[in-house]
């Protein structure tokens, strides 16, 4: 078999990486059986299917646009999504970002259409060449795949389900799952025991094995926000605000299952497709590390698992990694913490770490200079961080999946105080481009034993589209990381 799968989904390789459930593919394609009108994951334990039997399709949706249901054993559901390199077009990638978020929930696919700068016609065009769907079709295949998901795995009424999948009302919820599945949602449910009432509700969110769930923790721990983020126990933990809605969540590897298991407060449900597009952007869990091993070679055997360490909330990392510009990691999770204690909101949680949310653009663009300042910022650093909440709560700078990402680059380096290195760091982390690359860095000049960042990219080229995961196993090596 050719090392990795290829754009076209050449049907004998599809063919033996489902006979040899290879799991590097599991999320990159499906596998649809016309004797059975069912469509599973290339890893599914299932009796294996003849090849004229099969067809593939890359994503989820449009196996059940051509009308095949998921399977109960494998749960498709369940599967690892895209990393942003699989997609050779941009504007898919993002589009396909900000539709798994929930977007088209508050805009309609015109809104949607002139905000990624497009017309809605282009945009049909570029998701039909790119994944065989409409943006619609995406989102309702999405919704109705997390809505499968907790009602299978969760104790949820029904009607938090179908307000927590992205549906307005359970009367559509329901017409749409008879339809797409030839069953009521409730036939999911019939032998599952009702507990009470919970003040959570747990999530699975797959990723791609190796995994180093160690050294993202670690990463974490030495730049929490304090009353905001905890690292404790093996646990990621955090309070989170998204318009109204305000709770926290929880967040813990299951390495048996190549899951991590997210307990998210029921007051988080009704943007539930938001926090959990957050979370796999957090920790990378959409990464190809096997492909991304391939590439580094020798530099990234004595971690194959390492992730490029993403971003709750762009704003806050972004803030963080101002604060830290030319100190240590420890002064400026010291500045982090003031930050949070003199701006951020308080909110009660049941763990006594988190006791405040981030702070928010709006809150922080309208305080004065002097004022912000005075947590021990230079002035310089006070206007940087100024404004950059003015340009984020307006609108001009966004750290959405972005459709260009020369053009944010361009967009953050416009801002005082953001040169090339910190455009890339957020790039990095707040972004999830997985070919970002800080060549001016400090750490990653000495690791590569050169003197120059033009020495430094030049050598970067041949690990070209996964620079970002470069710069982590450099930094790495070092144990200096930024």
């Known amino acids: 078999m050719d090392q ?20 590097r593919f599991d999320g990159r394609f499906f596998v649809a059986v016309s004797s059975t009108r069912i469509y599973c994951r290339p890893v599914c334990p299932s009796k294996k299917p003849a090849l004229a039997n099969c067809e593939f399709f890359r994503h989820a949706a449009a196996a059940e646009v051509a009308g095949y249901r998921p399977c109960l054993r494998c749960r498709p559901e369940l599967a690892p999504g895209h990393a942003p390199i699989d997609s050779a077009n941009q504007l898919a990638t993002a589009a396909i970002k900000q ?11 015109s809104a949607f259409a002139m905000r990624l700068g497009v017309s809605t016609r282009h945009l049909r065009r570029i998701f039909n060449e790119n994944l065989g769907v409409t943006p619609i079709q995406l989102a309702q295949t999405h919704r109705l795949l997390l809505a499968r998901q907790l009602l299978i795995d969760t104790d949820l009424p029904i009607i938090d389900i179908a307000f927590a999948s992205g549906f307005s009302s359970v009367r559509r919820f329901n ?3 008879l339809k797409r599945y030839s069953a009521a949602p409730r036939v999911l449910r019939q032998n599952k025991r009702r507990v009470t009432e919970a003040n959570s509700c747990v999530c699975r969110l797959s990723y791609r094995s190796p995994f180093d769930w160690e050294s993202l923790l670690a990463f974490f721990a030495r730049r929490v926000f304090a009353g905001v983020e905890e690292v404790s126990e093996g646990r990621y933990r955090r309070t989170v605000e998204i318009g109204a809605h305000r709770g926290w969540i929880s967040v813990e590897n299951d390495a048996r299952r190549s899951c991590l298991r997210a307990e998210v407060s029921v007051s988080l449900l009704p943007v539930l497709m938001q926090v959990l597009a957050r979370l796999r952007r ?17 530099l990234a055997q004595a971690h194959p698992g390492l992730r490029v360490p993403g971003s709750f909330d762009g704003f806050e990392m972004a803030v963080r990694a101002i604060l830290g510009q030319q100190i240590s990691v420890k002064a400026a999770t010291t500045l982090a913490a003031r930050l949070t204690r003199q701006f951020g909101s308080s909110i009660a949680t049941p763990f006594p770490a988190l006791t405040h949310l981030g702070p928010r653009a709006e809150v922080i663009s309208k305080i004065p200079v002097s004022e912000l300042a005075a947590i021990g910022l230079t002035q310089a650093r006070a206007k940087s961080i100024l404004a950059l909440a003015l340009a984020v709560s307006t609108g001009s700078v966004s750290f959405d999946p972005a459709v260009s990402i020369d053009r944010a680059l361009v967009r953050f380096k416009e801002l005082p105080g953001i040169g090339n290195w910190t455009a890339q760091y957020f ?45 982590m196993h450099l930094w790495k090596t070092l144990k200096e990381t930024p």
């Open 427 to 471: 790039a990095m982390r707040a972004l999830g481009w997985p070919d970002a690359f800080p060549e001016s860095d400090l750490g990653i000049l000495k690791a590569l034993g050169t003197k120059t960042p033009s020495q430094a990219a030049s050598i970067a080229e041949g690990w070209r589209p996964w620079r970002a995961y470069a710069a």
């Open 99 to 109: 539709i798994e978020a929930g977007i088209l929930g508050d805009h309609g696919i």
């Open 4 to 23: 990795f799968l290829d754009m076209n989904l050449n049907r004998e390789q599809c063919y033996r990486a489902i006979i040899s459930r290879d799991a």
């Open 175 to 177: 017409a749409l799952f």
């Open 282 to 298: 957090l920790f990378d869990l959409e990464a190809l590390p096997a492909e991304i091993s391939a590439r580094l070679g020798s």
